[in-house]
Nanobody, 131 residues
């Protein structure tokens, strides 16, 4: 059973930075797309950044230039470096995995993967940005 565990959330003032980490257990990251999502109460979970096994990560427009997604499949880990945080970035952040074929997970472009495409999720970590 795959498990994902996030860490690194917290409270910061606007303009500050946080680095989220996610450790992955029991899942082959070499054949999986990975993603960071966020959710606020009353709203749907939305993609922040997603990647594939064959290309660079892609970002939601509202975080481009501020957030950086990275992964190390050998270390079963991924990260989200968040800079220039704004109060609207407040929410619970989740890492997630979308299993691909034995050849890997492909991102063909277009809109970011929706949350419904991802089958394995972490428990979430809270990020609070104050003005």
């Amino acid at each position: 059973q795959a498990q994902l565990a996030e860490s690194g959330g917290g409270s910061v003032q606007a303009g500050g930075s946080l680095r989220l980490s996610c450790t992955v257990f029991g899942l082959d990251m070499f054949t999986s797309c990975m993603g960071w999502f966020r959710q606020v109460p009353g709203k749907e979970r939305e993609a922040v950044a997603t990647d594939s096994n064959f290309g660079p990560p892609r970002y939601a427009d509202f975080v481009k230039g501020r957030f950086t997604f990275s992964r190390d499949s050998y270390k079963n880990s991924l990260w989200l470096q968040m800079s220039r945080l704004q109060p609207e970035d407040t929410g619970t952040y989740f890492c997630a995995a979308k299993r691909g074929s034995v050849f890997g997970c492909v991102d063909t472009g277009g809109p970011l993967f929706p949350a419904s495409d991802f089958t394995n999720w972490g428990q979430g970590t809270q990020v609070t940005v104050s003005s």
